[in-house]
DNA sequence: AACGCGCCCTGTCCGC
DNA sequence: TGCGGACAGGGCGCGT
């Protein structure tokens, strides 16, 4: 559900909303959802203060001190501040009370997502064999050139792998593409150097457009004060199945690659 | 090594 | 109306 720019967009709210906010106390409603066990989770937790919300690829990291905690939203997790008070919202699976009036939920129908305590040390391991961050200065036409080389899979489903690029998923693969004029079916390592320029300008573009407009929501995504993401409609391939291109009125097409839907213009994209 | 596929789980929608 | 199948922003582990 979550790509980079819906993550980010909630890591941005979590940052004003949780300065210096003190977690009291952790309940581990749906235990699938953490890794280790539940005691050894509100323990590392209960007590630290949140030093700061980050976004890595597609995860949300709240700087605890020593620790951090590392959330994953799969594809229906959502990550909520609500009044202490308000009631349980549905499908809860772990929720952190503060010291103030307020608490922050976990919730997940899917439970497809993942909640995480780790050290600095082995976070930042991790973090480090991660793919390049698309909004970062090291992401050029050069980047994405050079990591498709010899790739025989096709462009759209090597984008969406987190090995090599982060935070690109279903929805943006097929976007950036449809603004770039690549086929998704065109195998990565035959992009040329001119095409991996357009396609890295392409992602770039497209993500900055989703965080300005907060995201997309299809169904279920919301940001941190609950609202959907309002980038839905400037969406110009995906979901538009049947619908005339944006550009020349020629029947979006959708096809499955890799177990995911495809949405492309036929007549734009070569 | 790289790649495709099934699977995790729940809800919704569509066709028959 | 009811039911089965397809599908949904992700990611892991398996086999080839």
Known sequence: ????????????????????AEIRQVTVVRPDLISGSPAEFKKRIEGCTVGGVTRRAKNIVFDLGEDRLVINL?????VTVLDRDAEDPPYLGVSFELTDHRRITYQDVRRFGHLEVLARDDWNQRSEKMGVEPLSDGFTGDTVFRLSRKRRVAVKPWLMDQKHIVGVGNIYASEALFRAGISPLVAAGRLTKKRADA?????????????????TTLL?????????????RRLRVYDREGQPCVVCGTPIKRIVQSGRSTFYCPHCQK
């Not at 559900?1 to 210096?20: A, G, S, Y």
């Not at 799969?74 to 959502?78: E, N």
């Not at 497209?206 to 965080?211: D, G, H, K, Q």
């Open 74 to 78: 799969g594809m229906t997790g959502r």
């Open 199 to 215: 396609l890295a300008t392409a992602v770039r573009e497209v993500l900055r457009e989703a965080i300005e407009f907060r995201g």
């Open 220 to 232: 279920d995504y919301r940001d941190a004060r609950g609202e959907k993401g309002e980038f839905s």
């Open 1 to 20: 559900m979550p790509e980079l720019p819906e993550v980010e967009t909630i890591v941005r709210d979590l940052q004003k909303q949780l300065k210096r």
